[in-house]
Protein backbone atom coordinates (compact mmCIF):
# COMPACT_ATOMS: atom_id res chain seq x y z
CA UNK A 1 0.00 0.00 0.00
CA UNK A 2 1.27 3.67 -0.71
CA UNK A 3 2.26 5.54 1.58
CA UNK A 4 1.31 9.26 1.44
CA UNK A 5 1.85 12.73 3.39
CA UNK A 6 -1.28 15.12 3.97
CA UNK A 7 -0.56 18.87 5.29
CA UNK A 8 -2.41 21.72 5.42
CA UNK A 9 -2.33 24.62 2.96
CA UNK A 10 -2.25 27.43 5.67
CA UNK A 11 -3.40 30.79 4.12
CA UNK A 12 -4.86 29.11 0.82
CA UNK A 13 -8.45 29.98 0.33
CA UNK A 14 -8.64 27.60 -2.87
CA UNK A 15 -6.91 25.56 -5.01
CA UNK A 16 -5.91 28.39 -7.45
CA UNK A 17 -4.76 30.10 -4.32
CA UNK A 18 -2.38 27.35 -3.62
CA UNK A 19 -1.36 27.09 -7.37
CA UNK A 20 -0.89 30.95 -7.83
CA UNK A 21 1.47 30.77 -4.52
CA UNK A 22 3.55 27.69 -5.80
CA UNK A 23 4.02 29.88 -9.60
CA UNK A 24 4.63 32.75 -7.72
CA UNK A 25 8.18 30.99 -5.53
CA UNK A 26 8.97 28.85 -8.35
CA UNK A 27 8.96 32.13 -10.34
CA UNK A 28 11.42 33.53 -8.17
CA UNK A 29 13.71 30.52 -7.95
CA UNK A 30 13.75 30.62 -11.77
CA UNK A 31 14.98 34.00 -11.89
CA UNK A 32 17.53 33.21 -9.13
CA UNK A 33 18.46 30.21 -11.28
CA UNK A 34 17.57 27.37 -9.16
CA UNK A 35 15.23 24.26 -8.22
CA UNK A 36 12.11 24.97 -10.80
CA UNK A 37 10.04 22.70 -9.12
CA UNK A 38 7.25 23.63 -5.65
CA UNK A 39 9.23 22.98 -2.74
CA UNK A 40 7.85 22.83 0.98
CA UNK A 41 9.49 23.39 3.66
CA UNK A 42 8.76 21.25 7.54
CA UNK A 43 10.52 21.26 11.03
CA UNK A 44 10.29 17.21 10.76
CA UNK A 45 12.11 14.51 8.93
CA UNK A 46 9.86 11.84 7.56
CA UNK A 47 11.10 8.21 9.22
CA UNK A 48 9.29 6.59 6.68
CA UNK A 49 11.06 8.65 3.54
CA UNK A 50 11.72 5.37 1.56
CA UNK A 51 7.84 4.66 1.43
CA UNK A 52 6.78 7.94 0.11
CA UNK A 53 9.35 8.12 -2.22
CA UNK A 54 7.41 5.12 -3.79
CA UNK A 55 5.02 6.52 -5.23
CA UNK A 56 3.56 8.85 -2.73
CA UNK A 57 1.68 11.81 -2.75
CA UNK A 58 1.37 15.15 -0.37
CA UNK A 59 -2.01 15.75 0.24
CA UNK A 60 -3.00 19.34 0.81
CA UNK A 61 -6.44 20.35 3.06
CA UNK A 62 -7.73 23.59 1.66
CA UNK A 63 -10.29 25.25 4.09
CA UNK A 64 -10.92 21.71 5.84
CA UNK A 65 -11.08 19.68 2.71
CA UNK A 66 -8.82 17.26 1.07
CA UNK A 67 -8.95 18.24 -2.40
CA UNK A 68 -5.75 18.47 -4.09
CA UNK A 69 -2.51 16.28 -4.16
CA UNK A 70 0.88 16.80 -5.66
CA UNK A 71 3.10 13.41 -6.15
CA UNK A 72 6.37 13.66 -3.71
CA UNK A 73 9.57 14.10 -6.26
CA UNK A 74 12.47 14.09 -3.45
CA UNK A 75 12.69 14.80 0.39
CA UNK A 76 15.98 16.37 1.29
CA UNK A 77 17.29 17.08 4.65
CA UNK A 78 18.26 21.16 4.89
CA UNK A 79 19.68 23.78 7.00
CA UNK A 80 17.22 26.60 7.77
CA UNK A 81 17.54 29.80 7.92
CA UNK A 82 17.22 29.21 11.70
CA UNK A 83 19.96 26.94 11.92
CA UNK A 84 18.03 24.58 12.59
CA UNK A 85 17.88 20.93 10.59
CA UNK A 86 14.77 21.06 8.69
CA UNK A 87 13.17 18.39 5.98
CA UNK A 88 12.48 20.32 2.36
CA UNK A 89 9.95 18.43 0.17
CA UNK A 90 10.17 18.57 -3.45
CA UNK A 91 6.73 18.19 -5.52
CA UNK A 92 6.29 17.59 -8.86
CA UNK A 93 4.39 20.82 -10.50
CA UNK A 94 1.22 19.43 -11.42
CA UNK A 95 -1.70 19.61 -9.09
CA UNK A 96 -4.09 16.72 -9.21
CA UNK A 97 -7.47 17.78 -8.03
CA UNK A 98 -9.23 14.75 -5.85
CA UNK A 99 -12.60 13.88 -4.15
CA UNK A 100 -13.30 16.21 -1.68
CA UNK A 101 -12.63 15.00 2.06
CA UNK A 102 -13.18 16.37 5.07
CA UNK A 103 -10.57 17.04 7.60
CA UNK A 104 -10.17 18.88 11.36
CA UNK A 105 -7.39 20.91 11.91
CA UNK A 106 -3.88 19.24 13.18
CA UNK A 107 -0.71 21.17 12.91
CA UNK A 108 2.29 19.78 10.80
CA UNK A 109 1.92 17.05 8.44
CA UNK A 110 0.54 13.28 9.00
CA UNK A 111 1.42 10.08 7.58
CA UNK A 112 -1.47 8.93 5.17
CA UNK A 113 -2.20 5.68 3.93
CA UNK A 114 -2.82 4.83 0.14
CA UNK A 115 -6.50 3.35 1.73
CA UNK A 116 -7.86 6.27 3.45
CA UNK A 117 -6.61 8.59 0.52
CA UNK A 118 -9.74 10.21 -1.90
CA UNK A 119 -9.94 9.40 -5.43
CA UNK A 120 -8.42 11.62 -8.29
CA UNK A 121 -10.45 13.73 -10.14
CA UNK A 122 -8.01 14.91 -12.80
CA UNK A 123 -5.43 17.09 -13.10
CA UNK A 124 -6.06 21.15 -12.23
CA UNK A 125 -6.14 23.64 -15.09
CA UNK A 126 -4.93 26.96 -15.24
CA UNK A 127 -7.99 29.48 -14.59
CA UNK A 128 -10.48 26.36 -14.11
CA UNK A 129 -11.63 27.59 -11.00
CA UNK A 130 -13.16 26.54 -7.79
CA UNK A 131 -16.09 24.39 -7.49
CA UNK A 132 -17.82 25.47 -4.74
CA UNK A 133 -17.04 23.42 -1.42
CA UNK A 134 -21.07 22.00 -0.75
CA UNK A 135 -21.67 21.59 -4.51
CA UNK A 136 -18.40 19.41 -4.84
CA UNK A 137 -18.88 16.94 -1.96
CA UNK A 138 -22.70 16.99 -3.21
CA UNK A 139 -21.19 15.89 -7.02
CA UNK A 140 -18.83 13.29 -4.93
CA UNK A 141 -21.66 11.73 -3.24
CA UNK A 142 -23.70 11.28 -6.64
CA UNK A 143 -20.56 9.51 -8.19
CA UNK A 144 -20.10 12.40 -10.46
CA UNK A 145 -17.05 13.81 -8.93
Not at 85 to 106: E, M, N, S, W, Y
Request: hydrophobic share 40%; glycine share 10%; charged share 25%.
Amino acid sequence: MTLHLIKLAVGAESIDDLAGWQAARMAERRARGERDNPLHVTRMFPRRAGELLAGGSLYWVVKGVVMVRQKLVAIESITADDGHKACRLVLDPQLIRTRPQPRRPFQGWRYFDGHDAPGDIGPVKAGEGDLPEAMLRELSALGLA
